[in-house]
């Protein structure tokens, strides 16, 4: 085969794998056609690889085979044995591998010392700086959401800091692309770059780090896309630049669910999970399951509100069954979903979906919204910060403003909560104080248990 066909087929390979990564991004819009749009994008990333082998003068097929396999066993067995309430760290620990792989590609470029002209030694040092970034500030977003660094660290002077580091990297970056420099320049420029990402993320609490993961998937998105032109690689290309596209959105969407720009996110406070605002009056009242299951029994409407707390408890199965029972009296079901319920949007949706949990009785924030002044039950089972009513009553609060969903509407409220501690945010909820709100205390599992067994007495 002589080199011009092999070209041709390489082309066209990362062509189709384009279509697929597309196709795959498009279906996963959906839930319902979601797992089939992995798997699409799945055989695009595969024909990608495996056509990477057909390169002309391509060398070190031995380390690339180990590489791949050894990155396959671990992904697989982390993914399989990952519970959905570590989700989200899981993504930050992946995209933190992405970025520091588009990094690895430009420190290849760069410490080569070639001349790659002015434009593709611009995108080769931008690659390499916002994937280092990308890979710093995701490892140590996954250490705080894992639990193994729980801590802000903030002091004086820490914008200064941050600005003198890049500032630094950006004239270490202009030496490497006018004096085509290798070697010490290019090891400092990444050292810079890795401590910037961590010194942009260790100030940033708990609150706010979904936010921050899916900022950084755009980030390695973008290196990704960058290190694609400079390699002339087309799938490379395409499918940092889908990425890049789909976390900007996608940190768009957070932030506007929280009421906050990511001006706000990075150089803010709140993430600090500090309580703040007006002090909340009046008691929590409690309430026993047995009173909950005769209340949802007879109920019209009863709206069902998932939220971390339901995932941490892995109460999700038992839900759908207490679910089934009041369809089966002709109680009218639905839940209510929160963008940001859980620790990252589509959270909730796919822990009901992993419990068999209809499509067409979840909805978002938008569409449910107006039901709930006609709902006789709002049952909220871990969620917190999502259903303060502080966020459209009280201004001096954090969250004042934040699209909420409307709970406090509701006939009856009832709040599934192990304890009477605050939400993540640190924010106390004053919803848990209203006249219409009890109490039912326990593991989501346990209490959803025992809601079934009240349903099913009557």
């Keep these: ?208 780090m979904p936010v921050v993961i899916s900022l950084y998937n755009a980030f390695t998105g973008l290196a990704v896309a960058f290190e694609g032109f400079v390699q002339q690689n087309p799938a490379m290309i395409i499918a940092g630049t889908v990425v890049g596209a789909a976390g900007s959105l996608l940190t768009q969407l957070m932030a506007k669910a929280m009421n906050r720009s990511l001006a706000h996110v990075l150089f803010s406070g709140f993430g600090e999970t500090i309580a703040e605002g007006q002090e909340v009056t009046g008691s929590m009242k409690p309430i026993d399951a047995t009173d909950v299951g005769v209340m949802m029994a007879f109920a019209n409407k009863v709206l069902i509100i998932p939220g971390y707390g339901m995932a941490v408890a892995q109460a999700q199965h038992k839900v759908w069954e207490l679910t089934q029972l009041l369809i089966e009296r002709g109680v009218d079901i639905k839940f209510a979903i929160h963008p940001v319920a859980g620790r990252m949007p589509g959270h909730m949706n796919v822990l009901l979906a992993e419990a068999g949990v209809p499509y067409d009785i979840i909805y978002d924030e938008n569409e449910i919204n107006s039901e709930f002044e006609s709902a006789d039950v709002a049952l909220i089972i871990g969620a917190n910060d999502v259903v303060n009513p502080v966020a459209r009553t009280d201004p001096s609060s954090p969250i004042y403003g934040m699209p909420i969903l409307n709970a406090d509407y509701a006939k009856n409220v009832v709040v599934v909560k192990r304890g009477q501690g605050a939400g993540f945010s640190g924010i106390e909820n004053a919803l848990f104080f209203l006249d219409q709100t009890r109490m039912l205390y326990g593991d989501g599992q346990e209490v959803a248990g025992e809601l079934i067994q009240a349903v099913k007495s009557l």
């Design 1 to 208: 085969m002589n080199m011009l066909n092999m070209t041709l087929i390489i082309d066209l390979s990362y062509f189709l794998a384009a279509v697929l990564f597309i196709f795959g991004l498009k279906r996963m819009s959906s839930p319902v056609t979601a797992r089939g749009g992995i798997v699409w994008a799945g055989v695009g990333m595969g024909l990608a690889t495996i056509v990477t082998f057909l390169f002309p003068g391509m060398t070190n097929y031995l380390l690339m085979v180990i590489a791949i396999g050894l990155g396959g066993v671990i992904a697989w067995v982390s993914g399989k044995k990952v519970a959905m309430t570590d989700m989200p760290q899981m993504i930050a620990l992946y995209n933190g591998m992405g970025g520091g792989a588009a990094a690895a590609i430009a420190a290849v470029e760069l410490f080569s010392g070639k001349d790659h002209g002015l434009t593709f030694g611009i995108l080769a040092v931008l690659g390499g700086f916002i994937g280092a970034v990308s890979f710093s500030g995701s490892l140590v977003a996954f250490a705080k959401l894992q639990g193994f660094k729980n801590t802000t660290l903030r002091f004086k002077g820490q914008q200064m800091l941050n600005l003198a580091l890049l500032l630094s990297s950006l004239v270490v970056a202009v030496m490497i692309i006018t004096q085509h420099s290798s070697g010490n320049l290019v090891s400092i420029f990444f050292m810079l770059s890795l401590v910037l990402g961590v010194t942009m993320t260790v100030p940033i609490g708990g609150a706010d």
